[in-house]
C-alpha cells in the first residue's frame, strides 16, 4: 500500500508540477546569501507568485538573514526585524501577494550589498478555460486517492497555550506541554499582541537563563507558524525583558513521527495521570475565552483530509462531463 501511495504521489507530482510553488534559493545558481552576489540583477530575472517559497543558504559563522520594513532596508537597519533567522538553510515561505525585503544583520554586510526585494505576485491560474483534459482529470483523481490514504501521515497544528491561554505571561507552559505529545511534521502557532511580545527561540542554556542574547530565530508578527520539523528538544521564550522570568516560556520536546495507530496528538504523555472527561453537555456548547480551538487529533486531521481528497475526487469526476 505505501509502495502504490507513493507511485501515485510521484505520478501526480509529475502531472502537476507546474501547479505547485517554486523554490528559489537566494543568488543560486552563480552565488548564494553573501556579499559577493547582485541580488537586484540576480531578483530581476525572476518572477515570484504567492505559493513560491525562498531558501537563504549561507555560512551562519559569518552571516543571517533578518527580514525588515521597507525603510528599515533602505537604510540597512535590523533594529526592529519582523523575523530573523540564522540556522544557515532558512526557508521562508511567500504566503502573500506584495514586496517583502531581507539583509544580512551583521554589521557593514547590508550596506556592502547583502540585501534583497522579493516582490510577490498574486498566483493566477493558466489562462486556458477550457475543460480540463482526461490527463488533469486522472491527476486530480490520483491527488483524492493519495490525500485520502496518507490522511494519518499530516502533522497536527497547535496553538501555544490554547484553548484556556496564548503566548502571555498568565499560562502555565509546563502543565499545557503536559498534556500534550508532539511529532516530528507538527506545527506550532504562536498568538499575541505584537505590541507587547515576541517569541525567540533558543538554546537549552539561554531557556534556562532566560537570555535572548544568541537567539536561533525570533519572530515578532503575533501569528508565527514554527514547523516541527525533526525530533527533538526545541526552546522558546519572550525576548521582552521580565517576561521570560514571569514564565513566558515553553519547552517542546518532539518525537518522531510514527506509522498509522500511534496515540491522538492530544493523548497525554506516558506517566501523566489522564484528565477527568466531563460528560458531554446537552445544551449549546459555549466556546473558550480564547476563542482557540483544540489543536486536532490524528484522526481529525486525516477526516479533514479524506474530506479534502473527495472534494478533489468530486471536481474531477465532474470534469469528466
Not at 507546474?18 to 540583477?41: C, E, F, I, K
Not at 549561507?58 to 527580514?67: D, F, G, I, K, L
Not at 540564522?86 to 517583502?100: E, Y
Request: neutral net charge; proline residues 7%; hydrophobic residues 40%.
Amino acid at each position: 500500500m505505501a509502495t502504490r501511495a507513493l507511485l501515485v504521489i510521484a505520478l501526480t507530482a509529475a502531472v502537476l508540477g507546474t501547479a505547485l510553488g517554486a523554490s528559489y534559493t537566494v543568488g543560486a545558481p552563480r552565488g548564494s546569501w553573501d556579499t559577493q552576489t547582485n541580488y537586484a540583477q540576480w531578483a530581476s530575472n525572476m518572477k515570484f507568485l504567492t505559493g513560491d517559497q525562498v531558501l537563504f543558504r549561507y555560512s551562519r559563522a559569518t552571516h543571517n538573514v533578518v527580514e525588515v520594513s521597507k525603510a528599515d532596508y533602505d537604510a540597512c537597519s535590523a533594529s526592529s526585524p519582523i523575523a530573523s533567522f540564522q540556522t544557515g538553510n532558512d526557508i521562508v515561505p511567500l504566503t502573500a501577494a506584495g514586496s517583502r525585503y531581507f539583509i544580512c544583520g551583521v554589521p557593514g554586510h547590508c550596506d556592502g550589498g547583502m540585501k534583497v526585494r522579493i516582490d510577490v505576485e498574486e498566483a493566477t491560474p493558466s489562462g486556458s478555460t477550457s475543460a480540463p483534459s482526461p490527463m488533469a482529470t486522472r491527476a486530480l483523481l490520483a491527488i483524492a486517492v493519495t490525500l485520502a490514504v496518507l490522511g494519518t501521515a499530516l502533522g497536527a497544528s497547535y496553538t501555544v497555550g490554547a484553548p484556556r491561554g496564548s503566548w502571555d505571561t498568565q499560562t502555565n507552559y509546563v502543565q499545557w506541554t503536559s498534556n500534550l505529545k508532539f511529532r516530528a511534521g507538527d506545527q506550532l502557532l504562536f498568538r499575541y499582541s505584537r505590541a507587547a511580545h515576541n517569541v525567540v527561540e533558543v538554546s537549552k542554556a539561554d531557556y534556562d537563563a532566560c537570555s535572548a542574547s544568541s537567539p536561533i530565530a525570533s519572530f515578532q508578527t503575533g501569528n508565527d507558524i514554527v514547523p516541527l520539523a525533526a525530533a527533538g528538544s526545541r526552546y522558546f521564550i519572550c525576548g521582552v525583558p521580565g517576561h521570560c522570568d514571569a514564565g513566558m516560556k515553553v519547552r517542546i520536546d518532539v518525537e518522531e513521527a510514527t506509522p498509522g495507530g500511534a496515540p491522538s496528538p492530544m493523548s497525554p504523555r506516558a506517566g501523566s495521570a489522564a484528565p477527568a472527561v466531563a460528560p458531554m453537555p446537552s445544551a449549546e456548547i459555549t466556546p473558550s475565552t480564547s476563542g482557540q480551538a483544540m489543536p486536532p487529533s490524528s484522526s481529525a486531521v486525516s477526516a479533514g483530509v479524506g474530506s479534502l481528497g473527495l472534494c478533489f475526487g468530486v471536481v474531477a469526476l465532474m470534469a469528466l462531463y
